[in-house]
Every structure is written in structure tokens, then in C-alpha cells.
């Protein structure tokens, strides 16, 4: 489907652009077009996808003549008429069709010195054609596996997003596992690559300098905390790097039950226990020790479950409350 946005302006003698402009463009543009309310199915979906991929296009400016200058991505800012109105375009002097390079007429004198007032400078025009580009690759031609790609990134970032932030997670927690998965916890592998340190130690194995696919939970000590979650939780423990991990979480433990709220929950404690930990042994002289983390975490998911009433008595939730050893009344009204 992307692909036909990027024939629609790349590949203009083709038959298909030509139909698609004289039967459903006219002189609209394919950012703006209202959607009909009869129409294909590929029309519709083309049409819904634009707004999500918009500024993956851009235009790099030759001679400006074939680029829209309201709705087209060419400006640093993004398409104009993000920030001009319907009615500050009907007044501007230059028509909804206006090319680029009418930016440049007379008429296009006032547009021009807000363009300038951003402290952007105005294109420079060639005598090239304009080209159409594809952000998602350095050539800035469209490809299928690069559009793969995208698609594949945006959608573990939103089941992993969703996870995160997800409200049967404690809010320190929820920073916490941000901090993780954009590898912005000051883990010693961050810190000796900004040179701010030179060499250090997992404190819970004194193997290697800790990281974030050390800690969570590639290091053996933290691992067996993980695995003794997992169980309790009823699920199988798989050792993964923490994209693949957070991932198969998010994906795993996304129902609104009670059961996949306690896992949901009991993850962020685990990954808050460890961190803490370890901040607890290198700063503050803590000694490790697993089982202290593991009665933690029992804890605090005991102090969470309580404030479920009325859960539905079955089988499993009946597994996860012996399991984590929760007060039987939660199953009360
Ligand atoms: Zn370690």
C-alpha cells in the first residue's frame, strides 16, 4: 500500500497515477482529498494510511514547479498547511494549487516573510526537476523492505508503549522500564561509553561491567530473580535480550484480567528490585543477596493484590494467589 503513495508521485506518467488523478484527485491534493463515501477498498485504506506516513515523504527541491507549496512535505517544519488554516490560505494571495516556485511570484511575497520570520531559509531553486523521496532509505527511493521495516519498529513500539504504560503498573516503575528500553539508565556500560568511568563490575556477578541486557537479565544472578517470577507467574522463562524481552512481555500479559494485571504489575517490581539493588550494593555498601529481592518482590505484589476485590474465582487466578501466596479474600465481594 505504501508503495502506491510513492507511485502516485513518483511514477506520474504511469496509468494507474493518471486514473487515480483525473477519477479521484481532480486538483486536490492526496494529503488533504476529503474520502469519499463510496469508493474502493484500496482507495480507503491508501487514504488512511496517509496521515500516519506523511512526513516519511518529503520532496527535495529542484526547479519547485511540481511540489505543492501548502501540502507537500518540503519544508524543515513539515507540510504548511500544518500551520496555516484553510482560511489564512484563502487570503495568502497564492491559490491552494500554488507550486514552490509561485512562492517566488509577486503574489507570493507575504507567505514568503512569515517562511523567512521561522529563521528558515527559502528553498534554493535549480533548474533540476523536484524529486520525491522516501525518508526510510538513505537513497531516498522507496523499498519494500525498508517500508517492512518501519512497519515492524512501529508496532513493537506501540505494544511495548501500551505495556509500559499501562496504569496496574506502579508509576516509579513504569519510569524505570522507560529508562530501560530507550537505554537511558546509567548502566556502567553507558557510563564507560561516555568515558565517564573507566572499568567496573556487575556488583551481582563481578563478571563483566553491568548494562541493560546484562542486568535485565542476562546476568546469572538477576536471571534466577526473573525465572522465580516467571514461575510464580505461571509463565515459561525465556532469557532474551530486553527488546526481545519487554516485547514478549507486552505482548503475553496484555488482558485486563486480574491474572495479567498481577504479571503486568509483578514485572515492573522485578525490574525496579533489581535496579535498586544494585544501586543498593554500589553505593551503599548492601550485600547481594537473591532471596531478599524475591521477598520483596512477594511483597509488594501481596500489598497490590489487596486492593483487588471480588476477583473471578477460577483455576488460574486460584494458581497465581497460592503462587505468590496472596490473601484469599481478594476472591470476596
Ligand atoms: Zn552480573
Known amino acids: 500500500m505504501l508503495k502506491h503513495i510513492w507511485i502516485l508521485f513518483s511514477d506520474k506518467e504511469s496509468l494507474w497515477c493518471k486514473w487515480i488523478h483525473s477519477t479521484f484527485l481532480k486538483r486536490e491534493n492526496f494529503w488533504v482529498v476529503k474520502k469519499p463515501t463510496v469508493c474502493s477498498w484500496a482507495w480507503k485504506k491508501l487514504l488512511q494510511l496517509r496521515t500516519e506516513f506523511r512526513l516519511r515523504f518529503h520532496w527535495r527541491m529542484g526547479n519547485g514547479i511540481t511540489t505543492s507549496l501548502w501540502f507537500d512535505n518540503w519544508h524543515p517544519r513539515g507540510p504548511l498547511n500544518l500551520f ?84 496496574a503498573i506502579l508509576p516509579r516503575y513504569q519510569l524505570n522500564l522507560w529508562l530501560i528500553t530507550k537505554r537511558r539508565l546509567p548502566t556502567q556500560a553507558l557510563l564507560m561509553s561516555y568515558g565517564r568511568i573507566e572499568a567496573a563490575y556487575c556488583p551481582f556477578c563481578n563478571d563483566v561491567p553491568d548494562s541493560v541486557n546484562h542486568l535485565f537479565f542476562g546476568c546469572r544472578v538477576t536471571s534466577g530473580v526473573a525465572s522465580f517470577w516467571a514461575a510464580r507467574c505461571g509463565i515459561p522463562w525465556r532469557n532474551n535480550p530486553w527488546e526481545e524481552t519487554i516485547i514478549w512481555v507486552s505482548a503475553l500479559l496484555s488482558g485486563k484480567d486480574f491474572h495479567n494485571c498481577i504479571a503486568r504489575f509483578s514485572f515492573g517490581a522485578l525490574c525496579h528490585i533489581v535496579w535498586k539493588n ?45 503462587s505468590w501466596e496472596l490473601d484469599p479474600a481478594i476472591f470476596t465481594v
Not at 139 to 167: M, P, Q, Y
Request: hydrophobic share 40%; glycine share 4%; proline share 2%.
Open 84 to 167: 496555516f488554516s484553510d482560511s489564512l490560505i484563502y487570503n495568502s494571495g497564492l491559490s491552494r494549487q500554488a507550486r514552490v516556485a509561485d512562492l517566488f511570484a509577486e503574489d507570493g511575497r507575504a507567505i514568503r516573510s512569515v517562511i523567512e520570520s521561522w529563521g528558515s531559509p527559502l528553498p534554493a531553486l535549480t533548474n533540476a526537476l523536484d524529486r520525491f523521496c522516501w525518508r526510510e532509505d538513505s537513497s531516498g527511493r522507496f523499498s519494500v523492505a525498508s517500508a517492512w521495516e518501519l512497519i515492524r519498529r512501529k508496532k513493537d513500539r506501540v505494544t511495548w508503549h501500551g505495556f509500559i504504560w499501562n496504569n
Open 278 to 322: 544494585r544501586n543498593d550494593i554500589l553505593f551503599r555498601g548492601a550485600q547481594i543477596s537473591t532471596s531478599s529481592m524475591k521477598m520483596h518482590l512477594m511483597k509488594v505484589v501481596k500489598d497490590k493484590a489487596c486492593t483487588f476485590k471480588n476477583v473471578e474465582d477460577s483455576p488460574r487466578n486460584r494458581r497465581l494467589q497460592r
